[in-house]
Nanobody
């Protein structure tokens, strides 16, 4: 069982930066691929990006590529989402999620993730 807790959300202006952090407890952190998703009001949950278990591979959605960066520290059991050049359309609740290695399927499918955090609100004003 893995517990995930996000932090770092808040209210910022367009163009600002924000760093989200996700702390994991329980389980073997390095055995999980970690993803970030977001959900805006009245919209479906959207894939933001993921990082492989070793941290050597990252993939981002087209809407955040070049602006967001995911990193992880397996020793500290954390995964971060650095968000730069924020836009009002980035406003959403952001979730980190863990997907066990060996679990098949594509990384952007939220239904394949085993554990989720409670989410942290990010609001970007124009």
């Amino acid at each position: 069982q893995v517990q995930l807790v996000e932090s770092g959300g808040g209210l910022v202006q367009a163009g600002d930066s924000l760093r989200l952090s996700c702390a994991a407890s329980g389980g073997t952190f390095s055995a999980y691929l970690m993803g970030w998703f977001r959900q805006a009001p009245e919209k479906e949950r959207e894939f933001v990006g993921y990082i492989s278990s070793s941290g050597g591979n990252r993939v981002y959605s087209g809407s955040v590529k070049g602006r967001f960066t995911i990193s992880r520290d397996n020793a500290k059991r954390t995964v971060d989402l650095q968000m730069n050049s924020l836009k009002p359309e980035d406003t959403a609740i952001y979730y980190c999620a863990a997907k066990a290695l060996g679990r098949g399927g594509v990384y952007y499918d939220s239904s394949l993730y085993d554990y989720w955090g409670q989410g942290t609100q990010v609001t970007v004003s124009s």
